[in-house]
């Protein structure tokens, strides 16, 4: 059996690869996750997924490389992981009563076989006052997540009216068709 490496530090990740009864271990692949210019905001994901599972297979060439990359796409903008608390607020400002979409690629690279794939997921926000997107902010420090939240989150248990699509997808792995691919 070939060793599997999830090439990912986010501990949400890593908790949906264990309850999908995978075993793994994980490397981190750095990278400049830059998007090369000019290049589709649904096309980002993959590209950054294929980008770091290339990093770690090009020194662990027996092993299976999960690698992923999540995005949230409002106006075919990219809204990255916020710089400062500042940046949070104008995300979650702009994502207050508004759908977005969040597209996660994925790259599975086994030797010589990659397979490359992204999923997308509508969501929904309510309307969120301020003080709600400040005591967000302030308590639960979302600036490791794209687009300042986590579905998972008080945030997204109080302010997410729907969603279409797969939910661990927005949580940063669409484990159904992961699970498929694998």
Request: hydrophobic fraction near 40%.
């Amino acid at each position: 059996m070939s060793t599997i490496i999830l090439a990912s530090q986010s501990p949400r990740r890593q908790q949906l690869l264990a309850e999908m009864g995978i075993q793994f271990i994980v490397q981190q692949a750095d990278i400049d996750e830059t998007p090369p210019a000019n290049s589709n905001a649904y096309e980002v994901p993959q590209l950054l997924a294929q980008k770091k599972a290339e990093k770690i297979a090009s020194t662990q060439e027996d092993a299976i490389i999960i690698a992923a990359d999540t995005v949230v796409i409002i106006d075919h903008i990219i809204l990255n992981k916020p710089k400062d608390r500042e940046d949070a607020k104008k995300m979650l400002q702009r994502l207050s009563g508004n759908m977005h979409e969040v597209v996660t690629g994925v790259c599975i690279h086994k030797k010589e076989e990659v397979s490359v794939f992204s999923v997308i997921t509508k969501v929904y926000f309510k309307p969120l006052s301020e003080a709600v997107i400040d005591f967000y902010i302030d308590t639960y420090k979302p600036f490791d997540k794209a687009g300042a939240y986590g579905i998972q989150d008080w945030i997204g248990i109080i302010g997410i009216e729907k969603i279409e699509g797969d939910y661990y997808n927005v949580m940063g792995l669409p484990t159904a068709k992961l699970y498929d691919y694998l």
